[in-house]
Each structure stands twice: as C-alpha cells, then as structure tokens.
C-alpha cells in the first residue's frame, strides 16, 4: 500500500532524498508555468509509478510501497552490534530485528563497520544508519 507524504521547501533540502528534488521541480513545472489541470501527474521510477498531487501551494507524493523481505545478515551489520540481530529484512533500507528490547537500549554499534556497508550499498552512511529500525521479537 502507497504512503503519502507532504513535502514542504524545508524539509526537501534536509531530505536524505535528494533524487526527488527533479520530480518536484518537474512536477512545479508542468502544473505551474505550463498550467496543467489534472489534479495528479505520474511519473515512472526504477521503484514503481510516483504520482504528485497538488494541494494548494503543496504538491503531495505518493511513494509506491516497497514491502521488506528477509534477507541474510550481511556480516558488517551482524559485526556492529555485541548481540547480533536474529532477523534482518530489506527493501531499500535494511530492518534488522534483535532478540530483546534492552540489546536495542543498550546497542553500542561498531560504526566502522556499518560506514564500510553503507559504502557498499553505495548510500551515505547517515541514510544507512537511519534506516536500520530495530524490533523486539515477542
């Protein structure tokens, strides 16, 4: 299922998605100098279809879903932490699932480590760290 998402000025230029900034400008574009009607355009991505919407003085994003599935533990995530995670899923971030609340409370990680998967994955490290969740296994 889709998410929607508002972007405003401020929040595009601290995005750690830089790569939507030309669907915006597009978006602006078409719907402002060339005065589209619509109320949506889509656009094709590598990830699905994006559609932007115009709210106002806002345009609206509408992000094609990007179910996790499991995946192996790559080694520089099981090294980082002490306890290593029990389950690791990805999609295009990586979710890694751990055994026990407190091991998240207490996590310590290697950062070395996680900077050379991030390096890997061709992603800034700051992206990769962000988008490693954590989740307690009942």
Known sequence: MPCNVTVTRESLFKSSHP?????L???F????ILGYKEKAISFTSKSGE???SKNG???EMDFPAQPAKPCPIPDEIRK???????ECLKSQDYIVVFEDETIILTAKPDLSRLKTKAMQE????QTLIN?????TVN
């Open 131 to 135: 988008s490693i969740l954590h989740k």
């Open 19 to 23: 790569h939507l900034l030309p669907v």
């Open 29 to 32: 574009v078409i719907f402002s």
């Open 122 to 125: 061709g992603i800034p490290y």
């Open 80 to 86: 980082a932490f002490k306890s290593p995670p029990v």
């Open 25 to 27: 400008a597009s978006a």
């Open 50 to 52: 994006l559609i932007v």
């Open 57 to 59: 003085q806002w345009f």
